[in-house]
């Protein structure tokens, strides 16, 4: 039996960002910028490159400008077409006719929820989730290496990283089964558990594959960690029943949900840009 190709991704971007005031009171997080493009273009590049075709976005209140970005700016090139400057530079930030999609989460009840708004545009089909705060800088992108390890195993495939053993109550931690390599089995998913009841330190970050009987387990709306309907528990009700596997990319993530991530994101790629980086280390010297 073939494994059916991953061709949507969801993207949770109704969150409030408050760990980002006064930043985030009138601009969604998604859209600061990492050096020279908002947090949602890099999520949106990572998945085009992993042969994503429909992006689905997952909005609130005040988040158009996140629609809007992806819109043909007609005055904007129509002034860089006339001075004869190169429109390349917006290439990347066009969507195709048909390639996006919005759908309101019109309650803040957690990432679950989120995830089960996209339930009538996800269909019957596998479908990749991609959280824009997290960013992941590789080459291949995170999703690419995990749509590779997905084309291999099928089921459902988390992207995970050893964290620190006192930070367990911050993630979704695997419970590990067998482990070949950069793959783990997943045995078992706890939220956010306290250290001393942690399976393992291998957190789970934001990057997923999933099959679309996660709808199913979401649509019971439980509450779990936090009084929010939470994506882990519903995934949990997966294993078993279906292949489920965590795969460590070869990626570096930031944490731009916070202040101290999203700087250090910034200095990082900076310091990656070769136009940029003499600079940079000049005025860091």
Known sequence: MSIPRVRKAVFPVAGLGTRLLPATK??????LTIV?????????????????????????????????????AYELEHVMDEKGKSLDPL?????????????????????????WCAREVVGDEPFAVLLPDDLMVGKPG?????????????????????????????YGIVDPGARDDKVTEVKGLVEKPAPSEAPSNIGVIGRYILQPEVMDALSAHEKGAGGEIQLTDAMAKLIGSQPFHAVTVEAERHDCGNKKGFVLANLALGLADEDIAPAIRDALA
Not at 26 to 31: D, F, H, Q, S
Not at 46 to 71: C, H, M, N
Not at 91 to 103: D, F, H, P, Q
Request: net charge negative.
């Open 142 to 170: 995170a999703l690419k290496q995990m749509v590779d390890a997905y084309e291999r195993l099928g089921g459902n495939i988390v992207c995970a990283e050893e964290v620190p053993s006192d930070k367990t109550s911050s």
């Open 26 to 31: 009138t601009m969604p997080k998604e859209m």
């Open 36 to 72: 020279d493009r908002p947090l949602i273009q890099y999520a949106v590049d990572e998945a085009r490159e992993a042969g994503i075709d429909q992006l689905i976005f997952i909005t609130g209140r005040g988040k158009a400008s996140l629609v809007d970005y992806f819109d043909m």
């Open 91 to 115: 290439s990347s930030s066009r969507a195709r006719y048909g390639e996006l999609v919005t759908v309101r989460q019109q309650q803040p009840l957690g990432l679950g929820h989120a995830i």
